[in-house]
Antibody, heavy 116, light 108 residues
């Protein structure tokens, strides 16, 4: 059974940093591109970042470019999102999702709250 | 970036009604269009991929159609468990993926 489990969310002050993790199981993690998608409270879905299976290709939404860094460790079946210079507008539930063009498998999400 | 315009933003319908949601892309995306269902507090669930293909295990009352720039999502007979927010998502030309604004479906 495919499982994606996010962790690392929490309350952080504006300008602070946080590192999210996504632990994958039930499939060959190293064969798939992975994504982070976020959802602000009461709002719609926003794609954040994507990383190819071997980390050769990395993409970011303009809203996070230069502040967020996506990475992965295929030996540990894990995906990461390093978030720096956080802003109030980064407050959201962050989901990791396996990429097949369509996003079939999602984690349960982890809440990031940026507030003083 | 490709923009997705989804309508309506909210919809109230009765059990048994036929429900239709539309999504328009800002440029031709062929059939690279997916539809998701999201219930409160849950992750989105893929219902339709490549515009018209039903994901495994999804009830046949859900369907999708369209190509190019105009797409339609239909629930043929609304059930109480279908109350959710629905999103379209394009993946033409790879990234960035973009989602429609969402349609919140309620029971009348």
């Amino acid at each position: 059974e495919v499982q994606l489990v996010e962790s690392g969310g929490g309350l952080v002050k504006p300008g602070g940093s946080l590192r999210l993790s996504c632990a994958a199981s039930g499939f060959t993690f190293s064969s798939y591109s992975m994504n982070w998608v976020r959802q602000a409270p009461g709002k719609g879905l926003e794609w954040v970042s994507s990383i190819s299976s071997s980390s050769s290709y990395i993409y970011y939404a303009d809203s996070v470019k230069g502040r967020f860094t996506i990475s992965r460790d295929n030996a540990k079946n894990s995906l990461y999102l390093q978030m720096n210079s956080l802003r109030a507008e980064d407050t959201a539930v962050y989901y990791c999702a396996r990429d097949e063009g369509q996003l079939v498998y999602w984690g349960q999400g982890t809440l990031v709250t940026v507030s003083s | 970036d490709i923009q997705m315009t989804q309508s309506p933003s909210s919809l109230s319908a009765s059990v048994g009604d036929r429900v239709t949601i539309t999504c328009q892309a800002s440029q031709d995306i062929s059939n690279y269009l997916n539809w998701y269902q999201q219930k409160p507090g849950k992750a989105p669930k893929l219902l339709i991929y490549d515009a018209s293909n039903l994901e495994t295990g999804v009830p046949s009352r859900f369907s999708g159609s369209g190509s190019g720039t105009d797409f339609t999502f239909t629930i043929s007979s609304l059930q109480p468990e279908d109350i959710a927010t629905y999103y379209c998502q394009q993946y033409d030309n790879l990234l960035p993926y973009t989602f429609g604004q969402g349609t919140k479906l309620e029971i009348k």
